[in-house]
């Protein structure tokens, strides 16, 4: 999912909120919300598909200090299309939240037995509820609801909030999704991404840290944070491996040069030797800039071997398995004058279900390439993400599923390969310590439900 908000002390922000979920489109196409706050009260619009088919214009949003929006991709065990949406919006007092991530059991939260359950069907709307019940139950305000509720939950949330009148900007204590700080002219913005707040002419302020609670009204800025002991930064690795745009940056370290550099480490790695020379194609879009650090480093020329229509959807956001591939189908053109007779190396970021690739791969020989050698810029997936990646169960991995030799039969491909741990994480500018790296390796950051992890096969 993304998350953005504005606060400013006059204007129109659901505007501006809009452009920034445009710019996020890539986090979420299930459903897109605004919620605009007029002072004391909250007003707001959803709908399902993307920016353009869920909100196409404003809908009579109207002016007031603070807007928040919010674009959705339903994870594992959530409500899909509308019955989803977000910002969850409430009344007395108002309140309106939106929300990255996903809670790791959220049942158990304090106070969760408390709140009828047929209030909530999903985990935002979860922690929307507890912190209304921590206003109303203590007449604290909502950063004091914040600090009050947020120790107890376990698992993923980068939030934007909005009490009618301020805005709040908050990230886990470990972390896990990314959460920016801007400014455009006299307005504060908050988004996911980084290039959220370049994409609409802001300038970036900086990230806000795991566990800080920002909010920005017309009393300035105030931060403080969420006091979780023994809580270690674990920002998701997968941001950078294929979540975030190639123009953003996390933690100050640009995607783009990630994504290069996880290229050139793989072409090192993992080379395709043998004559004639291959060429090296990208399965488009996040894989580019990693197909194009492969090429360099191994002197190969870089085809567009497959083509991807201007509107096509990501298809590792798409629902269920036939609706996936017949997706990858519609919206993946391969280029026989590009590919015919050569022998192709296809770098992927990942390689998570394996469903797109096996239609991928068929695309390419059908085109007429005599060797398809897959390439992936990162290790495999084995492990279920319980933090915001809908990673489907855990059968579904199929790094999980089958041993490595057998990858390349089950694909359609002459060799298979991936980045080691150690590579990608220096690629991404750090260590271990600082990371989430749980569906690599299966050391997950907080507690799991229980049975939840199968043995990965080896
Ligand atoms: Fe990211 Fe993987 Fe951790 Fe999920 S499990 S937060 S996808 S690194």
């Not at 894989?287 to 020329?301: C, F, H, I, K």
């Not at 036939?322 to 004058?337: G, H, I, Q, W």
């Not at 085109?367 to 809908?390: K, M, N, Q, T």
């Amino acid at each position: 999912c993304g998350v953005a908000g504005v606060w400013g002390p006059a204007g129109h922000h659901a505007a501006l909120v809009r452009e920034m979920l445009v710019a996020l489109q890539h986090r979420g196409q299930e459903s897109a919300g605004i919620a605009v706050g007029t002072g004391n009260a909250l007003v707001a619009r959803h709908g399902a598909g993307t920016v353009e088919q869920a909100l196409p214009g404003l809908g009579g949003l109207p002016g007031g200090p603070v807007a928040i929006g919010h674009v959705r991709y339903a994870t594992h065990g959530t409500r899909d299309g509308l019955a989803g949406a977000q910002p969850v919006v409430l009344d007395h007092p108002p309140l309106a939240l939106a929300h990255n991530g996903t809670l790791v059991d959220p049942q158990r939260a304090p106070g969760a037995e408390a709140i009828e359950p047929e209030l909530w069907a999903t985990d935002s709307e979860l922690m929307a509820r507890l912190l209304l019940a921590a206003r109303a139950s203590t007449g604290a305000d909502t950063a004091a609801a914040l600090h009050a509720v947020l120790p107890g939950l376990t698992g993923a949330y980068a939030l934007v909030l909005s009490d009618g009148a301020n805005l709040y900007g908050v990230r886990d204590p470990h972390g896990f999704r990314p959460l920016a700080l801007g400014r455009r002219g006299g307005a504060w913005l908050l988004a996911s991404e980084t290039a959220a707040i370049t994409g609409v002419g802001g300038e970036v302020v900086r990230e806000l840290e795991p566990g800080e609670v920002l909010s920005i009204g017309a009393h300035g800025t105030a931060s403080s944070r969420v006091e979780v002991p023994d809580a270690k930064t674990a920002a998701c690795l997968f941001e950078y491996v294929y979540f975030a745009r190639a123009d953003s940056t996390l933690s100050g370290r640009s995607v783009y040069q990630a994504r290069y550099r996880a290229g050139q480490a793989l072409a090192d790695y993992a080379p395709v030797t043998g004559s004639p020379r291959p060429v090296v194609v990208a399965t488009p879009e996040t894989a580019r800039v990693a197909a194009d650090g492969y090429a360099e480093r191994a002197r190969l020329p870089v085809v567009q071997g497959l083509l991807r229509p201007a509107a096509a959807g990501r298809s590792f956001i798409a629902g269920d398995p036939a609706a996936r591939e017949s997706l990858v189908r519609r919206k993946l053109a391969p280029v026989a004058a590009a590919v015919a007779g050569e022998r192709v190396v296809l770098v992927d970021d990942s390689l998570v279900r394996g469903t797109t690739m096996r239609t991928v791969t068929g695309l390419l020989r059908e085109a007429g390439a005599v060797e398809v050698h897959l390439r992936i810029a990162s290790p495999p997936y084995r492990w279920p993400c319980f933090y915001g990646i809908d990673t489907g169960r855990p059968e579904e991995l199929l790094a999980a599923r089958l041993p490595i030799t057998e990858l390349a039969e089950q694909l359609g491909c002459d060799s298979v390969a991936f980045l080691s741990l150690d590579r990608l994480l220096e690629a991404a500018g750090g260590d271990s310590s600082g990371y989430c790296t749980a569906c690599l390796t299966g050391r997950y950051p907080t507690a799991v439900p229980v049975g939840a992890v199968p043995a990965p096969a080896t």
